[in-house]
């Protein structure tokens, strides 16, 4: 598909009517937007047609059987999309939507089998973005939205990321600037005994539990083979990643070392820069507060492939609160 890609700049506390209005019809004509979420930026297309849809494996490169999200903007919306909205996922919409939590529902007869990889059920979630919730509004259907980058590389944060990945391939991206929170929402499966976290997420089990009881973090080739794109390596940038222990600096020194003297250039993202730095080492000191360190992981990834390192060399974060999601995504960076 050959597309004139627009870019548009728009303020998400107080989203430009006309700007709505404009990217509304284009989904409307059955065209691709990229838009903010809290979250990462999505790639949406109306979640009720299925052509549209379609579209969006091919402008990303996405496995076919892997389903994608789709945002509502008012409970009401999932009228159309589940006849079964499940008890215990009331106490979890009530609060944490608008929000980074997803959950999947049984689909009805009206949700195209494109969007869900044609399995029986759907994934919902309510972004916690005025741009995003306007143009669902505006749509009058749900939207479904991946994250807006091609497959398997890091997700996008700033609409000149979405640019990179996608130009020419997508009609319009809306620029809402950097987003919130800078990592995906969490993916949960309400449906089992415990509920089972399919991707971990910016709302932690630890947020979960008051509200559901004990939930788990789903694991293994059988439980996660509804969800697929919590299967395959993902979030990686060209360079290849290799992670070192957390707290380490003598191990992360030496590595630096090693990689250096064979030639290579090295990006080093930790909380503690290594000691010997040369021009071949590109240090970027990441906060320890792990919601800012979400913010900017995915930007960072990205920055250094543009830098043209030849690979990332990450200190793990421990696997705590937002940690687990973060080094779930670290993990599958650094996997080949
Ligand atoms: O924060 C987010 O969730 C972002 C923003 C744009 O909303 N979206 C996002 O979409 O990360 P995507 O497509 O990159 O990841 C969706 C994940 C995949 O792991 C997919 O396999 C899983 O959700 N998923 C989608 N529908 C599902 C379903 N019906 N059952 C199980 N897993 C599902
Ligand atoms: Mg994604």
Do not use: C
């Not at 404009?22 to 979420?37: H, I, K, N, S």
């Not at 930026?41 to 076919?64: C, H, Q, S, T």
């Not at 640019?163 to 995906?184: N, Y």
């Not at 973090?217 to 990686?236: D, F």
């Amino acid at each position: 598909m050959n597309h004139q890609t627009l870019m548009i700049e728009i303020n998400p506390a107080n989203p430009d009517n006309e700007v709505i209005s404009r990217a509304a019809e284009v989904l409307r004509m059955g065209g691709l937007v990229a838009f903010p979420t809290e979250t990462v930026y999505g790639l949406g297309a109306d979640a009720l047609n299925p052509e549209a849809v379609k579209k969006i494996f091919v402008a990303k490169g996405r496995p076919l059987d892997n389903p994608i999200i789709v945002h509502v903007a008012a409970l009401e919306d999932l009228g159309v999309l589940t006849d079964d909205v499940l008890p215990e996922s009331i106490p979890l919409m009530k609060r944490y939507w608008p929000g980074p939590l997803t959950l999947i529902f049984k689909k009805s007869d009206r949700v195209p089998a494109p969007v869900t990889g044609g399995q029986d059920t759907v994934a919902v979630r309510m972004p916690r973005n005025n741009i995003a919730l306007a143009l669902i509004r505006a749509l009058g259907h749900p939207i479904a939205a991946p994250s807006a980058n091609l497959s398997g590389r890091p997700s996008t944060t700033t609409g000149r990321h979405v640019l990179q990945d996608l130009d020419g391939k997508i009609d319009l991206i809306l620029d809402g600037g950097p987003v919130e929170v800078g990592l995906e929402s969490t993916v949960l499966d309400i449906s089992r005994r415990p509920p089972v976290i399919l991707r971990p997420g910016a709302i932690t089990p630890e947020e979960l539990e008051p509200l559901i009881g004990e939930v788990i973090i789903g694991t293994g080739e059988k439980t996660l083979r509804r969800s697929p794109g919590t299967s395959y390596r993902h979030y990686s940038p060209r360079a290849r990643v290799t992670l070192v222990e957390e707290a380490n600096p003598e191990a992360m020194t030496r590595l630096v070392e090693q990689r250096t003297r064979k030639g290579n250039k090295v990006g080093v993202v930790a909380h503690h820069a290594p000691s010997p730095q040369n021009n071949r080492v590109v240090v970027r000191l990441m906060p320890q507060e792990l919601k800012a360190y979400a913010r900017q992981m995915f930007a960072i990834m990205r920055e250094l492939d543009e830098l043209g390192v030849d690979e990332i060399i990450i200190e793990k974060v421990e696997e705590k609160g937002m940690g687990v999601a973060i080094m779930d995504r670290l993990r599958r960076a650094a996997s080949r």
